[in-house]
């Protein structure tokens, strides 16, 4: 996938041409490569270019915002090009989530999308300090229930983060 994906879109930053068939039908990389999968009983690497779980997964503060503003910041073809459009039990396309790294228009943007409202801009920085730093301890991105326990009871967060042991 990611040679098929090389190909076709190297020739947009050099002056190399590199013959790809115009027939060769991306829509069909999500299905195969799940197909694969299950086929051989290996899972798809999650950093795999245009088919993994965080093909379209973006933490950075910069990176998130620039996605929000316009997705060709930071991704050269639609998760929709790979036939990733389509509803699957797991979400797939575009996702932010919050991380160590964070921003606070990601952060908004994640929190948006929960139906979260802060009652002002320090509240929100404040949730996002905590967001961070519960990110950095469990080591992966928080689940739902975790940002939402984290924005309703951001004191009981704060004690349960700075536990010692």
């Not at 068939?21 to 051989?40: G, I, M, P, Q, R």
């Not at 928080?142 to 939402?148: A, F, M, T």
């Amino acid at each position: 996938m990611g040679i098929i994906l090389a190909v076709r879109y190297a020739n947009y930053f050099d002056n190399n041409n590199y013959m790809l068939d115009e027939n060769v039908n991306l829509k069909a990389a999500w299905k195969t490569c799940k197909y694969a999968s299950y086929a051989f009983k290996v899972p798809i690497a999650i950093t795999q270019p245009g088919v993994g779980a965080n093909a379209f997964a973006h933490a950075s503060g910069i990176h998130a915002d620039g996605v929000i503003k316009d997705r060709k910041n930071y991704e050269l073809y639609d998760f929709e090009e790979l036939g990733r459009g389509e509803p699957e039990i797991i979400e797939t396309g575009r996702q932010i989530v919050v991380g160590e790294y964070s921003g606070i228009r990601g952060f908004r943007n994640v929190y948006d999308n929960l139906e979260v409202e802060f009652k002002d801009e320090e509240e929100a920085r404040e949730i996002l300090e905590l967001t961070r730093f519960a990110n950095v301890e469990k080591q992966k991105p928080l689940v739902e229930e975790e940002l939402l326990f984290i924005a309703h009871y951001p004191k009981q967060a704060k004690k349960i983060l700075t536990l010692v042991p």
